[in-house]
């Protein structure tokens, strides 16, 4: 639903969808702002954790912008601009990175994104520090 005022009556007329939408872009603009108050963007933790043979990436061989892309496809906004947002983390691991960010992404040879030993945020949630869904240990 277009951002619109809506009285009282057609609040509560709303479907379950409705408010189940709404609760989505809370809780995302929420997240990116407590992201974003500790030095790193949701599109930036989600290149490292794409990239981490430690969380997503089953062997850290890394990958291109159009693979990360691909990836992300089904969860990266319009808004987000993947290219921008990598850069931004070469910039800092070039820098040295900061413990608090934990950059350490760069680019070798054929274009390909890496992550150097510090591949997440240190702030990040236990949950996301190691992925079910690998399928081959750490090397």
Known sequence: MPDQQLSDAELAAQP???????AHEALIAYT????????????????LRNLSAADISPDG?????????????????PED????????????????????TGCGSR??????????SATLPRSAPRSTRGSPTRTTSPP
């Not at 379950?16 to 709404?22: H, M």
């Not at 990116?32 to 290149?47: D, N, S």
Request: proline share 3%; net charge positive; no cysteine.
């Open 61 to 77: 061989a890394g990958m291109t912008l159009p693979e990360l892309q691909r990836a992300m496809a089904s969860y990266i906004r």
């Open 16 to 22: 379950a969808a409705y408010w189940t939408g709404v």
């Open 107 to 116: 680019r070798r040879g054929s274009r390909r994104a890496w992550t150097s």
């Open 81 to 100: 601009d993947l290219a921008v947002e990598a850069e931004a983390l070469v910039r800092k691991g070039r820098r040295g990175g900061t413990r608090r």
């Open 32 to 47: 990116r702002e407590r992201q974003a108050e500790k030095g790193y963007t949701q599109p930036q933790f989600w290149l």
